[in-house]
């Protein structure tokens, strides 16, 4: 065989003209016999269908036997996983351009595992031939007829725009079931298991050419390649949305050095790197569901404040949607006075109608509601809630008089019974999003604003400037506030002291109170050892501290004023690259973990909408008296770390932490800079010694 070839598409694999199933079995309580069960249906689609067993002379001997009677493009391998690289190599010669193998026993299971899928990604690498698993249940590939899955009951799902990339078949499995239950259908349904070729980019590449798809549920585990993903969400969320569930929020992530490392753990990081590709992500399952379900209806118009308005025919089940939207940051503004005025005709002078708008019990006039609210200039998306009573009103008539309008609706309609089933098709047929509560309505709307924001950013960088280059070697704290100036970033007064008769003269000149700091490269928490000493202002004071701290090298630096204690950090993540965190610091930022993340570099504008993200926002905004942060001040700081980290090579992590917002504007306090050991003689200069 020849050195590695050339990676092919994904079209033997979710299109084939025919499969081949190595392994079939007259034994139903097989997998090659509930694999050949569910494929029943391609074959009487038309597709070629060939069942390889040598053991049985009633099937074919082998693939390459079974293509010559027809095409084979997929082989569904069936057999232990000792025989499977073998398989998959003769699958391969015979012309096979796709395989699935469904079976465990891999590197789930340790070494011996492991071994099997080194030798199944060898095969791959020497043929070409793309393989999806090892260790799935399959996928789904209705508009094509494929049900390639074990599993009971698939073959059931419908057709229809949404498509599941899943790191865990079972999971690929369970959203298809929900999202049949929600009255969507099924473009593509994908569960990756191991993942020893087809990723996750692949099948998203995949779909960005599909025009059977109009969204996407991503399910994430685990992340190989970062910027990959990260480049594959971009490129088709352009043209079709993505709504992203990452796993791991307890992760307390492997052990960090620093504040910034333990903070950014990897769940964190992968959702921020998602949103930031411009992909909607969510908390659980139900809530994909419900989002996932609206874009592949309805997409508002790119928006970086959309504002949602409210209608509603009960008023509990509004608040509970009110409520859930302020808590996902979504705009409910307050209607202009025409529209009320035109509500006001249409509505019994008790019911509220600034929005949310309470109807009271609906009836005939519910259309023209919708209309009016639709058409204010303050709203991008409409949210209705209303309980089934046809006797009252026709919901579905209603929700079609706003089908005119560029303004996407998600319609709640509560009940149960077939006739409220059939009317949320109904909807979901003429184009409205559909949720079944009043959490589902909010999650949805949501989704559909979240999209608009990410559509609105443009994701141009523009450095903010030339940043220090050539950055090697151990940085004391002193040195890293030294560059730390050279960027624009304030920090106190101070003075590096070799000798307690220097400490005493930086003492004199700076004026008390000060701060009496160790200063030495190799500590980076120096409050954990005793090694931070604040107002001091005698002489005897001075040498109390220096006495208790007891080093060769001494930081005397003045005390800021008061503050709000912010934390500031650029990093290389292992995974996606070069990171920044912002949030709320000092010794407790680790307790708090309230931070938001980007992927670096990143535009001014992109970091300036960090501080809106954490719970703790109102503190920057002259809590109770207190200083308001300049977020354009901090966005340039922010992209220009972000920049620095992405022009130094060995730069490994900048943190400043505390980065303290006073009534005079942003001041750092402390300032830890770590480097990747270079060969020596590259570490003879450094830039800020």
Request: glycine content about 12%; overall charge negative.
């Amino acid at each position: 065989m020849t050195a590695t070839r050339q990676r092919r598409g994904l079209d033997a694999l979710f299109a084939p003209r025919g499969i081949a199933v190595v392994g079939a079995s007259r034994n139903s309580r097989k997998l090659g016999a509930a694999m050949a069960r569910s494929l029943g249906g391609f074959a009487e689609r038309g597709g070629n269908l060939a069942l390889v067993n040598g053991s049985d002379d009633t099937m074919y001997g082998s693939v390459g036997a079974a293509a010559v009677d027809g095409p084979v493009d997929l082989a569904m391998i069936c057999v232990p996983a000792a025989a499977c690289p073998w398989v998959l190599a003769d699958a391969a010669k015979a012309g096979v351009g796709a395989a699935v193998i469904c079976g465990g026993g891999f590197g789930e299971t340790g070494a011996p595992g492991l071994r099997y899928e080194q030798e199944l990604a060898a095969v791959v690498a020497e043929t070409g031939v793309r393989l999806l698993g090892p260790n799935t249940s399959g996928f789904l590939a209705p508009h094509a007829g494929v049900t390639a899955s074990f599993v009971p009951g698939v073959a059931e799902v419908r057709p229809g725009r949404v498509a599941v990339v899943a790191a865990s078949g079972g999971v690929n499995h369970a959203l298809a079931f929900l999202l049949a239950e929600a009255g969507h259908g099924v473009s593509l349904a994908v569960g990756l298991g191991n993942a020893v070729d087809v990723s996750a980019p692949d099948v998203l590449d995949h779909l960005a050419d599909d025009a059977e798809t109009g969204a996407v549920a991503l399910h994430v585990e685990s992340v190989a390649d970062g910027p990959r993903l990260v480049a594959a969400v971009r490129r088709l969320t352009a043209r079709t949305p993505v709504v992203a569930l990452v796993v791991g929020r307890h992760d307390i992530g492997a052990f960090a050095a620093s504040h910034t490392g333990a903070l950014a753990t990897s769940w964190r990081i992968t959702r921020a790197a998602l949103a930031q590709a411009g992909a909607v992500v969510v908390d659980d399952e139900r809530e994909l569901v419900d989002a996932v379900g609206a874009l592949a209806v309805t997409r508002a118009r790119p928006a970086r404040d959309a504002g949602a308005g409210v209608v509603t025919a009960q008023a509990g089940p509004g608040l509970l949607v009110l409520d859930d939207l302020r808590g996902r940051g979504v705009r409910v503004p307050e209607l202009r006075s025409s529209t009320q005025d035109t509500l006001a005709r249409l509505l019994p002078p008790l019911t509220f109608q600034r929005n949310p708008v309470d109807t009271g019990r609906p009836g005939p006039e519910l259309g023209r509601i919708l209309r009016a609210v639709a058409t204010d200039p303050e709203v991008d998306v409409l949210a209705a809630y209303a309980l089934h009573e046809p006797a009252a009103v026709d919901l579905v008539a209603a929700a079609k008089e706003t089908r005119t309008l560029d303004v996407p609706m998600v319609f709640g309609v509560g009940g149960t019974g077939a006739d409220v089933v059939r009317d949320r098709r109904a909807l979901l047929d003429a184009g409205i999003a559909v949720a079944t509560d009043p959490r589902g309505v909010a999650a949805a709307v949501g989704a559909l604003v979240a999209d608009a924001r990410a559509r609105a950013r443009t994701h141009r960088h523009e450095p903010t400037g030339p940043v220090p280059t050539g950055i090697i070697g151990a940085y004391d704290e002193n040195q890293a506030k030294h560059l730390l100036d050279r960027l624009g970033v304030t920090t106190p007064a101070r003075r590096a002291c070799a000798s307690r008769t220097q400490a005493h003269a930086a003492l004199a000149d700076l004026g008390g109170p000060v701060a009496v700091k160790v200063l030495d490269a190799t500590v980076l928490h120096k409050t954990e050892i005793g090694g931070v000493h604040l107002g001091i202002t005698t002489p005897a004071e001075l040498d109390a501290a220096v006495d208790a701290i007891d080093a060769d090298r001494y930081l005397v630096e003045k005390m800021a004023p008061s503050g709000v204690d912010l934390v500031l950090g650029a990093r290389r993540d292992p995974v996606f690259g070069p990171i920044v965190l912002f949030g709320l610091g000092g010794t407790t930022a680790e307790a708090l973990a309230d931070v938001t993340v980007r992927l670096a570099p990143l535009s001014p504008a992109e970091a300036e909408e960090m501080p809106g993200e954490l719970a703790g926002r109102a503190l920057l905004d002259g809590w109770r008296g207190g200083p308001v942060l300049d977020t354009a001040a901090l966005g340039r700081i922010v992209a220009m770390l972000g920049d620095l980290l992405v022009a130094n090579p060995a730069l490994v992590e900048i943190e400043v932490n505390p980065l303290r917002l006073t009534t005079t504007g942003l001041i750092a306090l402390d300032a830890v800079l770590v480097t990747r050991r270079v060969p020596r003689e590259a570490s003879d200069a450094h830039p800020d010694q």
